[in-house]
């Protein structure tokens, strides 16, 4: 199955490298791209693509603004995936998108090989992030203390070894760390993921964290 791409950049550099790479790949293909996110909306609904290259600053209007509004309750595309293209690695914005629904990070100065694997990772529903956007994460949550919203009822839906899971993935371990933390197969730790992902009405990774941090089910420093 062919994975459609938008890309929505300002710079026409971007945009045309980042097409070429893509389109020179068998199994993905760039259907569009936009100027702005307020273009990038309007191409996104009109061609429905599986993954969206979305910068974090653009004019008119930026990538978080335009991802929030693209994964918003009221949007009619919300099951497309969103890998925010970025300049640095611990990019100020990171904390933002990741509440807003962005499914990983990508540096503008990926190689091809680290562009088409980041699109393929994203467009099967797994999370693109770094142990370095781990960590940012994690130390945003520190700065901004007290937990946030939502409220810790919902974690009672977990069973133990989901809740074990979930932990775990907050604190930046992967599956198979996760895995041998926990004495259990990797694709074990898939399925209680999976479930605490639907249990929770969670889209991915980066949301479970998120969520994990602002329930106060972990804090930085455990």
């Known amino acids: 199955m062919t994975i459609r791409v938008v890309i929505v ?22 259907v569009g791209e936009a100027v ?12 429905r693509p599986d993954v969206v290259l979305m910068d974090v600053r653009m004019p008119i209007m930026d990538g978080l603004e335009a991802t929030r509004r693209l994964l918003g309750e009221d ?10 293209l970025t300049t640095f690695d611990l990019d100020d914005y990171v904390y933002e998108a990741l509440r807003s629904g962005a499914s990983g990070f990508l540096l503008k100065d990926a190689s091809a090989g ?9 467009a099967a529903g797994d999370a693109l992030l770094s142990p370095s956007i781990t960590r940012r994460l994690i ?9 946030r919203a939502p409220s810790r009822k919902r974690l009672a839906e977990l069973t133990e070894r989901e809740t074990e ?5 907050a604190r930046g371990l992967s599956n198979g760390e ?6 259990v197969a990797e694709q074990t730790v898939k399925t209680h993921f999976g479930r605490v992902l639907m249990k929770l009405s969670l889209r991915d ?18």
């Open 165 to 169: 899971v979930l932990t775990l993935v």
């Open 36 to 47: 702005n996110g307020a273009d990038g909306l309007r191409v996104i609904a009109e061609l």
């Open 139 to 147: 130390s945003e949550f520190s700065r901004l203390g007290a937990p």
């Open 75 to 84: 949007s009619a595309v919300q099951d497309v995936k969103v890998l925010m």
């Open 178 to 183: 996760i895995a041998a933390e926990l004495v």
């Open 114 to 122: 680290e562009l088409s694997d980041a699109v393929r990772v994203i």
């Open 205 to 222: 990774r980066p949301q479970a964290i998120v969520f994990a941090y602002e329930t106060g089910l972990v804090r930085p420093g455990d």
């Open 9 to 30: 950049d300002d710079q026409g550099m971007v945009r045309t490298g980042f097409g070429v790479l893509l389109n020179a790949q068998p199994d993905i293909e760039v």
